[in-house]
């Protein structure tokens, strides 16, 4: 036996340094395998063959000639596949998007439903056979238009969030307003598309279903793949070491289940990997938006009247709401306010959470009306804002568990110059560009979930944890990694943290800004139940000592609050009218999200997101083919997105937030930084044109076709556009 210790003397905080990935060696040379990268004997491959109509049936899949191409081992479609069930409620408080139950009947709901996967002993074989497949169909008429104010848009009754919330008489507050804000605002479909493509290799072994992939959390994956296939929770384990991106679409998908059927039927490991293209059609996708908000204030600039409409698409298979409306719910009180969140279904693929679900494009219309009704009050658009602070939730009535936006407005403030702007849009010039800065708010709502996690102390002084977090670029493994040595009153060097394992126990995913609080609550509980442990037995056996810990009851007891994180957001922009361009010349962003674990990591986590806002505002844009009701140019060269060159000087920092109910302060940070950096743009925009721009995105040929700057109205009513 060793002598335990744990370094109970004081030594300096891991937490709050900034510190290099614990796995970024492995990264950068290689060594780290990525879910469609792993060996495994006698592996086949899958590639799906998707519909090519968006509405109908299948009557045919001609397999006899693709079953006899060179090394093609089965074709799997509706008529010969495993059966699966889709009657549950699975982690996420909902039931499986039928999506991901593959080959289960006939009908097309949308162009690039899957409609077979064709096996092979390799992927070119598996691509060639998938391409030859015929499939014949029997196609019926598709709708895929999505417009503001559809007849058909209905809420989405019984969910939590309610779709609807009402306050007040709107119509007679807003009579009463001195100023009146009412304005239209759209953003388009947009698409995650993380570096890394989906893949999932599913084999079985010894009784018991082994899946490695790419995803968000593998108990989530583990726990849907037992119900689809009605297998005991235990015969399922689920790997995801290394995760190239998610930002909310690696969850349970077509994939995982197609690779599962095929290692059923052909009993030997079959990968399913994704292509960029198919992405695009499986992976999921942000709802296109349109948004009415209407705002009523008295001169001074005080809220009266608030209504935040939000419209957004489903599918007509499973029901998925995009909540752009639930920002108003958090930001700003009125003695009436009104929200409501809608949907249409349509002939489209479901979407799916995106960064910053609901916010990212709720806040884009929000801030850019309260812009609006800062230039119709003449008042400087910090100060409206700083004025129209509630001081309870106003839909909740909850209070608040701290609340530093102001903090966030001063500093931000005085960092980017905002005392020196002319309030005056279309004055600022440099040649041919035209100059202006804009600003916004961002909030984003703070969880936590049960985890557990299980803390190891071995004789040579080094100690395991095991959890089943979900490391998809952000660093969670060395956040753990720290909070863990300081729990435990050692170096970050003793300690290894293993994750990606779905044997290692339930834990929440990596989502919602929700992951890091939760685990890092699960690892200091264990850590100190460990030390106390330690401190009484004096020794460590051979095996060492384990402890196990879950924070379901911990959770549970949070007194009900307001929590969020929140952030201000700055940016000036060069337009240049002729051209249409739009140039992002620098963005700060000053957030209150916490205590930092890592300051290194996170810092790239606000600016990824505030960047990822200015590839929304300006770049960003799925167009729907009425004809073929699927994506024109679904790849990334159709796609836009912001790149090296269109990125500026992008600055990010924080103020001091501890979180008091949290163990080790924190509070989270993977989604605030794209909230409310789209509107900071589009403000700017207005500012440096005069001009405002209420669709997404920011496009040349919507700069050209708005004209030249004209004079800003400083009373009426802001017309819709």
């Known amino acids: 036996m060793t002598t335990a210790t744990t370094g109970a003397t004081a030594r300096p905080s891991s937490v709050g340094t900034a510190r290099t990935r614990v796995e970024g060696r492995d990264k950068v040379t290689g060594a780290a395998r990525y879910a469609g990268e792993i060996s495994f004997a006698d592996l086949a491959h899958g590639w799906f063959v998707l519909s090519t109509i968006a509405r109908g049936r299948v009557k045919a899949v001609d397999s006899a000639p693709v079953l006899a191409m060179p090394g093609v081992l089965a074709v799997l479609d509706h008529s010969n596949s495993p059966r699966v069930e889709t009657d549950y409620i699975g982690l996420m408080g909902s039931k499986p998007d039928p999506t991901c139950a593959v080959f289960q009947h006939d009908r097309v709901p949308h162009l690039g439903w899957p409609v077979a996967l064709v096996v092979a002993e390799t992927s070119e074989q598996a ?251 003449g008042i400087d658009p910090i100060e409206l804002r700083m004025r129209n602070e509630p001081d309870r939730g106003p839909v909740s009535g909850l209070p608040f568990a701290g609340r530093s936006l102001p903090a966030c407005y001063q500093e931000g403030a005085r960092r980017f110059g905002w005392a020196d702007r002319d309030p005056r849009p279309g004055l600022r010039r440099e040649g041919r560009w035209l100059l202006g800065t804009g600003m916004a708010a961002a909030s984003f709502f703070v969880g936590a979930a049960p985890s557990t996690a299980a803390l190891t102390a071995h004789v040579d002084g080094t100690f395991t944890v095991r959890i089943a977090a979900a490391d998809i670029g952000t660093g969670a493994r060395t956040a753990l990694t720290m909070v863990a040595a300081d729990a435990l009153g050692v170096p970050p060097e003793r300690i290894e943290v293993r994750i990606g394992d779905s044997d290692f126990g339930p834990a929440m995913i990596a989502g919602g800004s929700m992951g890091t609080r939760s685990w890092a609550w699960a690892v200091t509980i264990s850590a100190e139940e460990l030390r106390d442990r330690l401190a009484l037995s004096g020794d460590i056996p051979p095996e060492g000592i384990t402890v196990r810990s879950d924070t379901a009851g911990a959770v549970g007891a949070l007194a009900p609050a307001e929590r969020h994180s929140y952030g201000a957001q700055f940016a000036e922009v060069a337009v240049d009218v002729t051209t249409g361009e739009v140039r992002v010349r620098r963005m700060l962003g000053i957030f209150a999200a916490g205590r930092i674990v890592n300051p290194l990591t996170a810092r790239g986590q606000f600016t990824g997101g505030m960047i990822w806002g200015i590839s929304m505002a300006l770049h960003e844009e799925a167009v729907r083919d009425r004809a073929s009701g699927g994506n024109i140019g679904a790849d990334l060269a159709g796609y836009h997105v912001a790149t090296h060159a269109d990125v500026p000087r992008v600055e990010a920092d924080w103020i001091d937030d501890v979180d008091p109910d949290d163990p080790v302060g924190i509070k989270g940070i993977g989604e605030i930084g794209i909230v409310g950096a789209a509107a900071a743009v589009a403000n700017a925009v207005w500012h440096a044109t005069g001009v405002r721009h209420r669709s997404l995105p920011i496009r040349p040929d919507r700069v050209i076709r708005a004209g030249a700057p004209h004079a800003c109205r400083r009373r009426g009513t802001a017309r819709p556009g």
């Open 127 to 377: 691509r060639e056979a998938a391409d030859t497949l015929v499939v014949h169909y029997e196609q019926e008429p598709h709708d895929v238009d999505f417009a503001a104010e559809r007849p058909d848009a209905y809420p989405l009754d019984g969910h939590a969030p309610p779709a609807v919330t009402e306050k007040g008489d709107l119509d007679a507050e807003l009579a009463a307003s001195a100023v009146v804000v009412d304005a239209e605002y759209t953003t388009p479909e947009e698409h995650h598309n993380p570096m890394e493509p989906h893949a999932a290799t599913a084999r079985w072994e010894d009784g018991r279903l082994e899946v490695v992939d790419s995803n968000q959390g593998t108990t989530w994956v583990a726990g849907e793949l037992a119900n689809l296939f009605q297998l005991d929770p235990s015969s399922v384990h689920v790997r995801s070491e290394h995760v190239g991106g998610g930002f909310g679409c690696k969850g349970i998908l077509a994939h995982q289940v197609a690779a599962v059927m095929a290692a059923t039927v052909l009993q030997r490991p079959v990968r399913v990997v994704l292509t960029r293209r198919q992405m695009f059609s499986l992976a999921g996708y942000r709802s296109p938006t349109a948004q009415r908000v209407r705002l009523g204030a008295d001169s001074d600039g005080r809220l009266r009247a608030l209504e935040h409409r939000s419209q957004s698409v489903t599918s007509t298979v499973h029901e998925f709401i995009e909540p752009s409306a639930d920002v108003a719910r958090v930001m700003y009180d009125a003695d009436a306010h009104h929200t409501a969140n809608r949907v249409v279904r349509l002939d489209v693929p479901t979407p799916t959470w995106m960064r910053a679900p609901g916010e990212a494009p709720g806040s884009f219309a929000l801030e850019a009306a309260l812009d609006e009704l800062a230039e119709e009050c």
